[in-house]
């Protein structure tokens, strides 16, 4: 893609995502800034913090675990490492994200189930089971192009549902109970 599909798709993924009840209702959301080729957060951050929704972004710990910090807006980023953005003020704590009402999820692919594939690095894996060990709700929403809404992935124990996957032409719900 290039960098001008990649930014029409970010434009478009945020239109749809903001018509979701989970997201038009949040007072917190967790997300990320996306890099690289992933689909374009940027639009939908903006949006979001324009609504006066605070929105936690994670910071990578050593350990891949996430910490998390307010978005105050793009010159509030820091370049870190794994050429991520990352916000540069105070750090919560990565037990922050218990108190967003919707958690925004990078990955790979979603199937017809709600099941996702993530990158590997676990990162999401422990904000998810941090999640259920709180007993936390959020609603959970994938961001992907459209490609990568799929039939069927593989999925292990440990592996969490999501409740929506939004990609640049559509919002899809899951009701599958795993």
Do not use: C, I, K, Q
């Not at 967790?30 to 910071?59: I, K, N, Q």
């Not at 675990?65 to 509030?76: F, H, Q, V």
């Amino acid at each position: 893609m290039t960098a001008d599909d990649v930014t029409a798709a970010g434009e478009a993924l945020a239109r749809h995502a903001l018509e979701l009840p989970e997201l038009t209702g949040a007072r917190t959301v967790a997300a990320y800034v996306s890099v690289g080729s992933e689909p374009g957060t940027r639009p939908l951050l903006e949006a979001l913090r324009a609504r006066g929704v605070r929105v936690l972004l994670p910071v990578l710990l050593p350990d891949n675990d996430l910490d998390w910090a307010e978005y105050t807006g793009p010159d509030g980023l820091v370049r870190a490492r794994r050429g991520l953005l990352e916000p540069a003020g105070g750090r919560l704590g990565p037990d922050a994200v218990t108190g967003a009402d919707a958690v925004l999820l990078p990955g790979l692919a979603v199937d017809g189930r709600g099941m996702r594939l993530g990158r590997g690095g676990g990162s999401y894996d422990r904000v998810l089971a941090r999640l259920a060990r709180a007993g936390a709700d959020p609603a959970l929403v994938a961001l992907l192009y459209d490609d990568e809404v799929v039939a069927r992935v593989p999925d292990e124990p440990h592996d969490h549902l999501v409740h929506a996957a939004v990609t640049p032409s559509a919002a899809r719900r899951f009701t599958a109970v795993r």
